[in-house]
């Protein structure tokens, strides 16, 4: 096989061997080959197996010994000092390569499968890494998206705390309103015994001048008998007795005209001032029906709120299910910090869903009250409408009278001007 001028050396395991070298197998056996440094040796023969049959004759003058078949023999090429290759071979059992072809193929086996683990584990991470930026990025829209919720609500909440403070400050000025109307009608009523006291009196005074001018009459009519009786004889003293009862009798209605006028002045300016009185209640119940209408027109904007803010609620609710959903789920490490996110987030949302619930219960029950004294102030209303109806159905009724008695003095005068335009005695 290769071509060489040098000696070939063939040792074996048993033979001698020269001072200094290092000890062989029994199985293993040396070929020295010297190599001109002038022929080159082919890349191809730098390392390749053969299997050798053995020599039978040896140059070193060794005895000739059988060698174990089945042998393979490897050849390595090197170099030494004095620039001459040699090529040292190798040998083995077929045993033993057999196995170490084994092994080899068994650390191939073993090393492609560690090589797919890696590729599939990265390709797992890099999805997995996908998948959290993805979350990632969720998360921070909707923590955007509550910061925004939140700046709303907080803004909705300053407005119905203004509007709460609004309400209440009406409220109060509303109660001083009725504390005055009822204040004003007690004072009403109280003018109007008053009033009705002083119209019975002036009535019952009215009654006793009718009954002294129907006395005066018949007595008139008496000495108009008498007069007629005794015109012949005492016509001068008659006249004369006529004229001072007559002056004597134009004296007291004149004084009876003149009292009945400033009783007639009297009962308009208290007619006129109930009527004003009348009035001015009657806008205040005006002012304070629009006001109860405002506050009705309030309280369904506050039922409007409390229903967005119940709606409010509910979604607070769910996005807190959706968080323990999430929470509830297998964590691992590398979703720790998404978990402990969720948290905080979850206990923000039963906070805002307490405080919620808290101010939607405060507010119903200030819808509540000012509803039930919205009601107890229609029911007033109602009874001071009656009250000035009764009143003013007095007040008709007391100018009907009233006509009434002015006819009747009309009535009266004409008959004293017809009394005084004709002559004493026919």
Request: proline share 2%.
């Amino acid at each position: 096989m290769l071509r060489s001028t040098s000696t070939v050396t063939l040792l074996s395991g048993g033979g001698a061997r020269a001072p200094g070298t290092p000890s062989r197998r029994a199985n293993v056996c040396r070929l020295r080959l010297t190599v001109p440094p002038e022929s080159p040796v082919s890349e191809q023969s730098e390392k390749k197996v053969e299997r050798k049959e053995q020599h039978p004759d040896l140059s070193n003058g060794e005895p000739t010994r059988k060698l174990p078949q089945g042998v393979v023999y490897g050849v390595v090429r090197r170099s030494d000092q004095n620039q001459q290759k040699e090529m040292v071979v190798y040998g083995w059992s077929t045993s033993q390569l057999k196995e170490e072809m084994n092994y080899i193929k068994d650390v191939r086996a073993t090393l492609e499968k560690v090589r797919k683990r890696m590729y599939g584990d990265y390709d797992e991470m890099r999805q997995k890494i996908r998948q959290l930026t993805q979350e990632l990025s969720v998360s921070h829209a909707q923590q955007d998206y509550l910061e925004n919720h939140i700046q709303t609500q907080s803004s909705a909440l300053d407005s119905f705390n203004a509007m709460n403070s609004s309400l209440a400050t009406d409220s109060i000025g509303l109660q001083k309103t009725l504390v005055d109307v009822t204040l004003e009608n007690s004072n009403i009523k109280d003018q109007i015994r008053n009033l009705q006291q002083t119209y019975e009196a002036s009535m019952d005074k009215l009654r006793e001048k009718q009954k002294q001018l129907e006395a005066a009459q018949v007595e008139n009519q008496l000495l108009k008998m008498k007069v007629e009786s005794s015109q012949e004889a005492n016509a001068e003293v008659m006249r004369e007795m006529t004229r001072k009862l007559y002056s004597q009798y134009e004296e007291k209605l004149q004084e009876e005209q003149r009292r009945h006028s400033a009783e007639k002045e009297a009962l308009l300016e208290e007619t006129n001032s109930f009527l004003k009185a009348i009035e001015e209640a009657n806008k205040k119940m005006q002012a304070a029906e629009i006001s109860l209408e405002e506050k009705d027109q309030r309280i369904g904007e506050l039922d409007k709120l409390i229903e967005c803010m119940e709606k409010e609620r509910h979604q607070l609710q769910l996005q807190l299910l959706e968080h323990e959903t999430e929470m509830s789920g297998e964590t691992t490490d590398s979703d720790k910090e998404r978990y402990q996110q969720l948290e905080e987030a979850s206990a923000s949302l039963r906070e805002r869903i307490r405080h919620l619930d808290d101010m939607v219960h405060c507010q119903q029950k200030k819808v509540k009250q000012m509803v039930e004294e919205i009601e107890s102030l229609k029911k007033k209303v109602q009874q001071k409408q009656l009250l000035i109806l009764q009143l003013l159905e007095k007040i008709s009724f007391l100018e009907g009278e009233f006509f009434s008695f002015k006819n009747f003095l009309s009535k009266s005068d004409n008959q004293l001007m017809n009394t005084d335009n004709s002559p004493p005695f026919a």
